[in-house]
């Protein structure tokens, strides 16, 4: 098939584009967040290919993945096509709602032009779908090529715009953490995160936007993967430390406490408890990788790509078959 879809996502997407299809990628002359292209850090296939909205209307189209309301009315622009009716159209929800969380109502609820995906079965449970069909697909990771070594008694954090999101991605937790083991931040806007908490350079060191393979190799030799979102979709960063063997210490909220077994790593909502663990598997090299190896093994099982890809075959055909 011929697959419409922007790239907002990069882990995401990666393991999107991985499948047996062709996957039309909008790419505009700055690259902008409509017109992003081809990922340049993360490694695609050469079935991902770059189309200008202007070779858009002419393009041969099966199906749109949709994953921002605005991308609605800028597929029809673009496409002259009107999705939903002239094209099969898939909306992907990648977040957790926000605001008033117990009556948060999705931007396409209640609609019968589309099937709304949630990739997690925690987000479909929280967003009011309305009537609108939904489905779950799971995520499933492109294996890192590095596993765990935790020669580093030190802890490793994957987040994107810590100071920003603050509250929401657990910063203002981190300094607990840090007490116990040196921190090593990983993602986009980390600069200046110590200085932000008032923390020595030695306790926490910030590694900003960072090639994907370097990063996994980086974070491979941390001792424990420490997860302190207090909001927020099962992040694949996450999915990524324990595929590599990572052992976990994670905020028992969203999906996590689904994803994350607990002979794989220490979940709880007592910060306390999550301090000890993370001090206990500094310490103890041994126990990190009892619980690293169990991680390994849930993680290669359940958010393996070629499940993820075979789940995604399914919705797309069926999707296209009902259409036509």
């Known amino acids: 098939m011929n697959v419409l879809l922007w790239h907002v996502h990069g882990s995401w997407t990666t393991s999107f584009v991985h499948g047996r299809h062709r996957y039309l990628v909008p790419v505009t002359p700055d690259r902008g967040p409509y017109g992003l292209g081809r990922a340049r850090t993360y490694p695609w296939p050469d079935s991902a290919i770059e189309v200008t909205p202007e070779e858009l209307a002419d393009a041969d189209v099966d199906v749109v993945v949709l994953q921002r309301p605005e991308e609605l009315e800028l597929a029809e622009r673009w496409l002259r096509r009107r999705p939903g009716r002239d094209l099969p159209v898939i909306y992907v929800e990648h977040n957790t709602p926000k605001g008033d969380v117990p009556t948060s109502r999705h931007p396409m609820a209640d609609r019968d032009d589309l099937l709304l995906t949630h990739v997690t079965h925690f987000n479909e449970l929280f967003w009011d779908n309305g009537g609108t069909r939904t489905a779950v697909v799971e995520h499933g990771i492109v294996p890192p090529r590095v596993e765990w070594t935790g020669e580093l008694d030190r802890l ?32 986009m806007g980390v600069t200046g995160l110590a200085d932000r908490l008032g923390l020595p350079g030695h306790r926490l060191a910030s590694h900003d936007d960072l090639p994907q393979d370097l990063m996994h190799t980086k974070v491979a030799r941390r001792r424990a993967y420490l997860h302190l979102c207090r909001w927020t979709s099962l ?11 990572m052992p976990v210490v994670a905020l028992a909220t969203t999906e996590a406490v689904d994803a994350v077994p607990p002979d794989a790593g220490v979940l709880s909502t007592r910060v306390d408890t999550l301090v000890e663990a993370a001090r206990w598997l500094t310490e103890d090299r041994d126990a990190a990788y009892r619980l690293g190896a169990r991680a390994r093994e849930v993680t290669k099982e359940r958010f393996g790509l070629d499940r993820f890809l075979a789940d995604w075959d399914r919705i797309l055909e069926e999707e296209t078959c009902a259409s036509r």
């Open 235 to 245: 992040g694949l960063s996450l999915i990524e430390a324990m595929t590599i063997g």
């Open 156 to 187: 490793a954090v994957v987040t994107n715009e810590p100071i920003r999101r603050w509250r929401v991605t657990g910063t203002d937790l981190m300094p607990r953490f840090a007490e116990v083991a040196p921190l090593d931040v990983f993602g």
